[in-house]
């Protein structure tokens, strides 16, 4: 099995850094060469939400952020996907999120996972 990482990042964006810290982790697995994918599940579909606006926070917007990940290493093809039972009890619809997220179902959650390497949850 090559060398490969699945993020799953099940935290909202804010409040904690865990869903950052997903994202960095994402951010420096493809900077290693390291085939790397995002799944997003309970909250953590919210990372996905187009037009975030942190306010006075003092978090970044994340959803800009994990926007740039596909741009960062198109030769590894780094893949968002989001969990659709997720986001539909949360009241998101895909229209909501930013381009690019894919969207999966239960079975298709579990084949990612156990289609890499590694798995890192936050």
């Not at 060398?3 to 850094?17: D, E, F, H, K, M």
């Not at 790397?36 to 994340?62: E, I």
């Given at each position: 099995?090559?060398?490969?990482?699945?993020?799953?990042?099940?935290?909202a964006p804010y409040g904690t850094v865990s869903a950052a810290e997903g994202?960095?982790?994402?951010?420096?697995?493809?900077?290693?060469?390291?085939?790397?994918?995002?799944?997003?599940?309970?909250?953590?579909?919210?990372?996905?939400?187009?037009g975030q606006t942190p306010g006075t926070s003092g978090f970044a917007s994340l959803?800009?952020?994990?926007?740039?990940?596909?741009?960062?290493?198109?030769?590894?093809?780094?893949?968002?996907?989001?969990?659709?039972?997720?986001?539909?009890?949360?009241?998101?619809?895909?229209?909501?999120?930013?381009?690019?997220?894919?969207?999966?179902?239960?079975?298709?959650?579990?084949?990612?996972?156990?289609?890499?390497?590694?798995?890192?949850?936050?």
């Amino acid at each position: 099995m090559e060398n490969s990482v699945c993020i799953l990042i099940s935290r909202a964006p804010y409040g904690t850094v865990s869903a950052a810290e997903g994202v960095r982790h994402l951010n420096g697995a493809l900077n290693n060469g390291v085939r790397a994918v995002a799944v997003l599940v309970d909250d953590g579909v919210w990372l996905a939400r187009a037009g975030q606006t942190p306010g006075t926070s003092g978090f970044a917007s994340l959803s800009d952020v994990l926007s740039g990940v596909r741009k960062l290493s198109p030769a590894l093809d780094p893949r968002i996907f989001v969990h659709g039972p997720s986001l539909a009890r949360r009241g998101l619809a895909a229209r909501d999120l930013i381009p690019g997220v894919e969207e999966v179902d239960d079975a298709e959650l579990a084949r990612l996972v156990a289609s890499t390497r590694h798995l890192l949850r936050f």
